[in-house]
């Protein structure tokens, strides 16, 4: 979710259809069931699980969520409360322009297991659009909404377990997670260049963020570690703080005893990352994301507050191959050209100006809506020519754009 919204929030404190069915959900087995692995989707390095939900008639119906361990609160669109039969109670709050009202937390169901989500506010966001222009998705599920259980994101695999205290074994290096309980954000530490910092632990963030202050004491320090500006690709996660935002490639960053190599680094107003914010026990400096965590399989074992990691993966040094825009979207859902990085190839910077509305790239039919998707369309190999028909001013138009090493 858009940090913006996310910060709110905690101020405010398919393939997986086939393990529902109307009789998981009614039957006393399920009670049973202490722990399930489901399928989970990795789109733009954050985590996708499918929920199912009882619809007032009795009647199944699952839904998309990020799980974001930085979140606030349980948020379904306006959509999905409504086919839930969920009525929204107290005032409308407002926050950067959009609108959101109190519900209770539905019974939420992880293939045959009840997942009881009643330890976080929950809010629906009012609109008939989606309440996020990052990702295809119905909600958002934080970590709060889980402080009872075990939760495994397998990113290398792409599953998704969850499991009562003590029902899912341990695999991997063993750190200290501590939360506070009002808000349920975990604390994690990196070590970079021989410094221990502490980081929330954000698996809603595609990427790992850090105070604007940090990254260029670190630029200046080492001043032939790869940096850039504009929050392109991946690190396009907002549409708004994004177009001024600073890029860092840390050469090694390590998370106990595990060594992570290349990582980048977005920056974030300083003010972001402090103890009022997100209430973490402790400071901290950023957010860990998952172009570190999907390195991983992750265990948060909430309960006992502690975090297990299995290094599967290696990162890529070129995850930021891609043309260089900054995207956000405008009041149609219509993707547009926020700025264009200076790193980006001297063709891309003199065919696309801030203002284009993109309408299509490349050959295909479909018309990227969100930020993941613009990301994902517009990345590939460097030097790779890619066909933009976009909209200057009302008017048509294709242009050329390549693929450049960003940092």
Not at 126 to 134: H, I, K, P
């Amino acid at each position: 979710m858009m940090p913006r919204m996310r910060l709110a929030f905690g101020f405010l404190a398919i393939a997986i259809a086939a393990h529902f069915s109307n009789a998981e959900l009614s039957s006393q087995e399920s009670q049973s069931v202490t722990h399930v692995t489901v399928p989970m989707s990795v789109e733009g390095n954050a985590p996708i699980v499918t929920l199912g939900f009882k619809r007032p008639d009795g009647g199944l119906r699952i839904a998309r969520f990020i799980f974001d361990s930085g979140g606030g609160a349980v948020i379904l669109d306006q959509r999905l409360a409504t086919d839930l039969g969920l009525e929204p109670e107290g005032e409308t709050i407002s926050s950067d322009g959009h609108e959101f009202r109190h519900i209770r937390p539905p019974m939420a169901f992880a293939g045959g297991m009840p997942v009881d989500l009643l330890t976080s506010n929950a809010f629906v966001h009012l609109g008939t659009a989606s309440f996020d222009n990052r990702d295809r998705v119905e909600g958002l599920l934080p970590g709060k909404a889980l402080e009872r259980y075990q939760v495994v994101l397998d990113y290398p695999r792409q599953l998704f377990s969850i499991g009562e205290a003590g029902s899912l074994t341990h695999q991997g290096e063993k750190l200290a997670c501590p939360y506070v309980a009002s808000s349920g954000h975990a604390r994690v530490e990196l070590t970079i260049d021989g410094v221990t910092y502490g980081f929330l632990l954000d698996t809603g963030s595609k990427v790992t963020l850090a105070r604007a202050d940090i990254l260029q004491k670190w630029a200046q320090e080492h001043p032939k570690w790869s940096k850039s500006t504009g929050a392109v690709g991946l690190a396009n996660e907002t549409g708004e703080l994004d177009a001024d935002a600073f890029l860092l490639r840390i050469p090694e960053l390590q998370v106990g005893e595990r060594s992570v190599t290349n990582a980048v680094m977005v920056s974030r107003p300083d003010e972001i990352f402090s103890y009022t914010t997100y209430e973490t026990p402790a400071p901290i400096i950023g957010a860990l994301g998952g172009n570190v965590l999907s390195q991983f399989r992750v265990e948060i074992d909430y309960p006992e507050q502690l975090l297990f990691l299995d290094q599967e993966g290696r990162g890529e040094s070129h995850d930021f191959d891609t043309v260089g825009l900054v995207l956000g979207t405008n009041s149609s859902g219509q993707l547009v050209v926020r700025a264009v990085s200076p790193s980006a190839s001297k063709v891309t910077r003199q065919n696309v100006l801030p203002g284009d509305v993109i309408v299509g790239i490349g050959g295909s039919r479909k018309v990227p809506q969100t930020l993941t998707e613009g990301a994902q369309a517009l990345s590939g190999s460097v030097g790779e020519h890619k066909q933009m028909r976009i909209l200057r001013n009302g008017k048509s138009m294709t242009v050329t754009v390549i693929v450049n090493r960003i940092l």
